[in-house]
């Protein structure tokens, strides 16, 4: 049970931080203006309600996600940032009528892991510093030291912990820490400017794919200029979110299975108007899809909150 809602939150892990008049008056271009030596900051809370039908079978998990994350620039060359990135918390909430519940906290006392105590596992990730070069426009170009907290997270585990129940729980998050999945889950945050000059009113679209191991979903965004007051510039942000075609199966604990989903995506953004940082964000997900694991199908419903905010 613990494994399978382990399952659910790292996948909710890619769902987290995605991001009116006729276009006259001030136009402004939102990119990045990042100073070296600068420190950000991005707190993250998710809330998730997903339901699961497996035959006559209801099964409903709660989900709540906190990650609070820092970032260093290093260096500003050209168009690009090179910044250090941080968790500086992480922690997952998850039940199930009927079934308990699970806490997994960077904020613990204990240093060692074990199956019926993980939150040593996100402890052990905490102030581990990782990479990223990112663009004035908000797209990652790279990531790298992820290897430092795959080795943190495995090192964590109490030496009685079988290695093949180590694998299995190390499985749960090797799969997120790659390059192309952090990359994809960064731009989800970042990525929102449209290239050009804008005013209020102003409407433009953005594509980008989200990735979790070999699980992918496409977001279709349009955002709006709503308004320019003082140094706070508001996005609208509507748009669809849709699975393509030809999605690889996933492991889901030894069960080689397949999930395809379909939704909307609507919310807004308050932007710095000088550094083009977040200041704060509120999306609603709304989407449906179905899990096809050896011929069973199961609809699975999913209404999750993604709440952010920046400094």
Known sequence: MKHFILKISV?????????????????????????????????????????????????????VMTMKMVFDVKESQGNDYTMEVKFKE???????????????????????????????????????PFETVMDKTGKPKSVKGLEKLIEAIYNSFDENVSEAMRQ????????Q????????QLEQTTGYFPGKPVGTGDKWTVEMTTKASNFAIGLNLQSTLKSIEDNVVTLDIDGTILTPEGQKEQDFNGVKGKVSFKGTLKG?????????????????????????????????YIVSKITVTGE
């Open 268 to 300: 807004s953004m308050k932007l710095n108007k000088d550094t083009g940082w977040v200041i704060s964000s509120d999306m609603i997900m709304n989407f449906n899809g179905e899990m096809d694991i050896s011929g069973i199908k199961a609809p699975i």
């Open 177 to 184: 820490f790659t390059e192309e999945v952090f990359k994809s």
């Open 90 to 128: 992480f922690k997952i909430e998850a039940g199930m009528p009927g079934m308990g519940s699970i806490s997994i906290d960077s904020n613990t006392d204990d240093d060692i892991a074990t199956p019926e105590n993980m939150s040593p596992m996100f402890k052990a990730i905490i102030d581990k």
């Open 11 to 63: 996948l909710s892990l890619f769902f987290m931080s995605i991001l009116s008049s006729c276009g006259n008056g001030e136009k402004i271009t939102l990119e990045y203006n990042l100073k070296p030596n600068e420190t950000l900051k991005q707190n993250v809370v998710m809330n998730t309600d997903l339901v699961m039908k497996i035959k006559d079978q209801e099964m409903k998990i709660s989900l």
């Open 168 to 175: 299995q729980l190390m499985s749960q998050f090797s799969s």
